[in-house]
């Protein structure tokens, strides 16, 4: 089964609106990273937060990582057409690994002019 | 410029018939791995490969074979190809596992007949 798993898995916002996501995975992890991904290319890695780390900012982006309820959430601020886009919480070193990481499913953001 | 590369980009097989693809890293980077993508299934890791001549499985092997002998490649063959198979798939690489940042490749959309 999926380690991580976001939530919700589709949304759909107004130019300058904030989007929140979430991902909440099952077992202990190194870390926790969140991609992005413009239809159908390559995924873009956006920000990584360790299990040591409760909040990490990136620009436009914080993320935040609650170890005890194996829960992260994505926020991207002031959201732009350009935002739209899948995005992905990862999770390193689950189950014991440090050369697995296992993706969730994503969500769909769409960000409307 | 830092970069993952993968070919060929299109791939239309019929079942059966051998097939690799490539993926090459310009970064020195270590470690390499292979997703495949599927609607409603996100990404799931096939192989990885920790350094030159070392591979592991990932989630889904059934059906693949990979190679590391140097440490710039790390083809994904499909020795005998399904219709299962039939999907997006993505190389990437990062420095050191799977905890570091991974930079993926443009992806190979494969359609088997």
């Given at each position: 089964s999926q380690q991580g798993e976001e939530d919700p898995q589709a949304l759909s916002i107004q130019e300058g609106e904030n989007a929140t996501m979430n991902c909440s995975y099952k077992t202990s992890i190194n870390n926790l990273q969140w991609y992005r991904q413009n239809s159908g290319r390559g995924l873009v890695h956006l920000i990584l937060i360790r299990s040591n780390e409760r909040e990490k900012h990136s620009g436009r982006l914080r993320v935040t990582l609650d170890t005890s309820k194996k829960s992260s959430s994505l926020l991207i601020t002031a959201?732009?057409?350009?935002?739209t886009a899948s995005y992905f919480c990862a999770t390193g070193?689950?189950?014991?690994?440090?050369?697995k990481l296992t993706f969730g499913k994503g969500t769909l953001l769409t960000v409307n002019p | 410029e830092a970069q993952v590369t993968q070919n060929p980009r299109y791939l239309i097989t019929v079942t059966g018939k051998k097939l690799t693809v490539t993926c090459s890293q310009n970064?020195?980077?270590?470690y390499m791995s292979w997703y495949r993508q599927d609607p409603g299934l996100g990404l799931r890791q096939i192989y990885y490969s920790m350094n030159v001549e070392v591979t592991d499985k990932g989630d889904v092997p059934e059906g693949y074979k990979v190679s590391r002998k140097e440490k710039r490649n790390f083809p994904l063959i499909l020795e005998s190809p399904s219709p299962n198979q039939t999907s997006l798939y993505f190389c990437a690489s990062s420095l050191?596992?799977?905890?570091n940042e991974q930079f993926f490749g443009p992806g190979t959309r494969l359609t088997v007949l």
């Open positions: 959201s732009r057409a350009a935002d070193g689950s189950g014991g690994s440090n050369y | 970064m020195n980077h270590e050191y596992a799977a905890f």
